[in-house]
T-cell receptor, first 111, second 113 residues
Framework: QKEVEQDPGPLSVPEGAIVSLNCTYS??????FMWYRQYSRKGPELLMY????GNKEDGRFTAQVDKSSKYISLFIRDSQPSDSATYLCAMSYSGTYKYIFGTGTRLKVLA | EPEVTQTPSHQVTQMGQEVILRCVPI?????FYWYRQILGQKVEFLVS????????KSEIFDDQFSVERPDGSNFTLKIRSTKLEDSAMYFC???????????FGAGSRLTVL
């Protein structure tokens, strides 16, 4: 079983739709969870950071962590064509400096 | 806004040559990283660096690779005797003390011919 799993997509949605992106993980020690956005041939750009369980909201973005299910989600409201990118989840735990990334989900928002 | 700067943006080299990729992390950050992304694949951890020494490395980071902080601002990744499979985007990242959030540079694309 992979440590972090993410559906690669592509996921195509119409402009204005609510987008749900997800990652599952196998290591119950993970407690730091991040979502990054990556445009083609660019570096990952941090969108959201969550520690342990719960929800966090920032503008159109909401991150959710369900540690009991080992499942994290990123919701994008009122999606825009400029949101078209690859979305990467990343996670880590205390005692390591290493962040493990999912494979990324490619999102296309159609105008 | 502070950013991580990487040079060169693209380097083409012949197989067997040595390359040095350079990074200027954000000035008050204390943890430095190199990640690699082969085209179409996931972002993979290579190495982390703290307090002038390697704090953790992956199985990818073998004797072919080395990192150095030659002065107070630069952080370099050296790849010796490059192979075709070293072709990838190499990302530098940094993190401040007390925050578990990585800031990435734009990447250096390495093409080995």
């Amino acid at each position: 079983q992979k440590e972090v799993e993410q559906d690669p997509g592509p996921l195509s949605v119409p402009e204005g739709a609510i987008v749900s992106l997800n990652c599952t993980y196998s290591n119950s020690a993970f407690q730091y969870f991040m979502w990054y956005r990556q445009y083609s041939r660019k570096g990952p750009e941090l969108l959201m950071y969550t520690y342990s369980s719960g929800n966090k909201e920032d503008g159109r973005f909401t991150a959710q962590v369900d540690k009991s299910s080992k499942y994290i989600s990123l919701f994008i409201r009122d999606s825009q064509p400029s949101d078209s990118a690859t979305y990467l989840c990343a996670m880590s735990y205390s005692g390591t400096y290493k962040y493990i990334f999912g494979t990324g989900t490619r999102l296309k928002v159609l105008a | 806004e502070p950013e991580v700067t990487q040079t060169p943006s693209h380097q083409v080299t012949q197989m067997g040559q040595e390359v040095i990729l350079r990074c200027v992390p954000i000035s008050n950050h204390l943890y430095f990283y190199w990640y690699r992304q082969i085209l179409g694949q996931k972002v993979e951890f290579l190495v982390s660096f703290y307090n002038n020494e390697i704090s953790e490395k992956s199985e990818i980071f073998d004797d072919q690779f080395s990192v150095e902080r030659p002065d107070g601002s630069n952080f370099t990744l050296k790849i010796r005797s490059t192979k075709l499979e070293d072709s990838a985007m190499y990302f530098c990242a940094s993190m401040p003390s007390g925050a578990n959030v990585l800031t990435f540079g734009a990447g250096s694309r390495l093409t080995v011919l």
